[in-house]
């Protein structure tokens, strides 16, 4: 497992789609990841991946993160949607496109730090085994959101 760049943002909005009954299942990170998505998950706030890199690269990336600092952005979340996962999980996430001041952050980080940007644009809202959790709040998110919203980025 490497290291992840994440763009964060006001997580009562995402919080708010989520009713109380699936809450306490909420986990955001996939199978597959080689770490404890438990402890994880209780850290990693609703996120999206910006960019990774290996253990290995470390040394390389984490001073010049250090020297990013982004001006405003925003995403715009467009929708949600259902996949089939690693180890056979489901995973719950919200589309996002790009919105003001977003490319900005992009071009700053691929100048600084030279490295490409997650092309799949998301934030994930649930993973897991049981397809019986994931599909009932994919609807319940589907039903009750008003498309599209906007999140401001407040931080890397």
Same mark, same amino acid.
């Given at each position: 497992?490497?290291?992840?760049?994440?763009?964060?943002?006001?997580?009562?909005?995402?919080?708010?789609?989520?009713?109380?009954?699936? *809450?306490?299942?909420?986990?955001?990170?996939?199978?597959?990841?080689?770490?404890?998505?438990?402890?994880?998950?209780?850290?990693?706030?609703?996120?999206?991946?910006?960019?990774?890199? *290996?253990?290995?690269?470390?040394?390389?990336?984490?001073?010049?993160?250090?020297?990013?600092?982004? *001006?405003?952005?925003?995403?715009?979340?467009?929708?949600?949607?259902?996949?089939? &996962?690693?180890? #056979?999980?489901?995973? /719950?996430?919200?589309?996002?496109?790009?919105?003001?001041?977003?490319?900005?952050?992009?071009?700053? /980080?691929? #100048?600084?730090? &030279?490295?490409?940007?997650?092309?799949?644009?998301?934030?994930? /809202?649930?993973?897991?085994?049981?397809?019986?959790?994931?599909?009932?709040?994919?609807?319940?998110?589907?039903?009750?959101?008003?498309?599209?919203?906007?999140?401001?980025?407040?931080?890397?």
């Amino acid at each position: 497992m490497g290291h992840t760049l994440v763009a964060r943002f006001d997580e009562d909005k995402i919080r708010a789609l989520i009713p109380e009954a699936f *809450s306490e299942r909420i986990n955001k990170i996939p199978f597959g990841r080689n770490c404890d998505r438990e402890a994880s998950n209780k850290v990693l706030p609703y996120h999206m991946t910006i960019m990774h890199w *290996s253990k290995e690269e470390d040394s390389q990336y984490l001073p010049k993160m250090s020297m990013i600092h982004p *001006s405003a952005a925003s995403i715009s979340v467009c929708g949600a949607g259902v996949f089939n &996962a690693e180890e #056979g999980s489901r995973l /719950l996430y919200l589309s996002v496109k790009p919105g003001e001041g977003y490319q900005a952050i992009i071009e700053m /980080l691929e #100048g600084e730090v &030279a490295l490409n940007t997650s092309s799949f644009l998301h934030i994930t /809202l649930a993973v897991d085994m049981d397809h019986r959790y994931i599909d009932p709040l994919y609807s319940h998110v589907i039903d009750t959101t008003e498309f599209p919203f906007t999140l401001r980025i407040d931080k890397l």
